[in-house]
């Protein structure tokens, strides 16, 4: 059984944490603090066909990323351009077949140079674009390690998001991503670029408290290589998760959320859940 392929069925980019005003840019003029903290856990790993491959393991994964974003100026009357970064501390625990990995430190560092906000005239549709997202090799890892709070590769992550309030009380959001993969220089490893979609639908039970129903589908487009050369017929990954959400708003522009996130149509990955905490304010 292929353990080890497709990185352990990891993917860089954080799947599963767009589901909060997803068009919705960083203000003009404004820095912002988000903060994300992830706990994740999994008994089992599906194979191709998206069945139990039967593969004794445990996951157990614990994130807590901060991100920082600058607002920049004007660019005419309703689009405005915004930079940021995310650093992530990643404490990961990984037994296969009895035998425990485990690896604490830092993830790779994200860079988000370019991010353009833009929205319509009534305020009812909001829109964010960043075309250059690059997440780095930067953290914590070993190549022969199944845990590892990092991976050893560049992704290019264009994405761009979506906030629509169609009526008073609603809220439809979606992001569009994807992941673009360099080789892994330790292993020769190459994992294919990969599509992923977050979606969010929630109403506003007051003015300060919001129920929604969130999750994410992502599937990888291309094949996985060793060498140059096609990895058990491509060895793709896909997934998605479906959950209740939860949002407080202590006040305009400040405010936490918690939701739940079970997945299912797994493939050549863990299948688990997770449990998400954010909260965001400006300073």
Known sequence: MPVQAAENGNISWPIGVNTVLNGVATAPGENRLY????????????????????????????????????????????????????????????????????????GNLSLKPLIIGTHNDANTFFMQIAPLDLDLPSGSYDRDGAANAAVNYTSWQPNAGYSWFPAPGWEIGGTLSAAVNTENDDTNYQTGWLMHYEQVVAWSVTDKLQLGVQGFYFKQMADDEVDGHTYLDGYRTRGAALGPQIRYDFRPGVAVVAKYQKEFDSENKAEGERFWVQFTFPF
């Open 35 to 106: 903060n994300y903290t992830l706990f994740y856990s999994a008994n089992r790993l599906n194979g191709g066909a998206g069945d139990d491959s039967g593969v004794d393991v445990d996951a157990k994964v614990f994130v807590n990323a901060l991100r920082l974003d600058h607002g920049w100026g004007m660019i005419g009357r309703k689009t405005h351009l915004v930079s940021g970064f995310v650093l992530p501390y990643v404490d990961a625990s990984i037994t296969l077949f009895g035998d425990k990995s485990t690896d604490n430190g830092l």
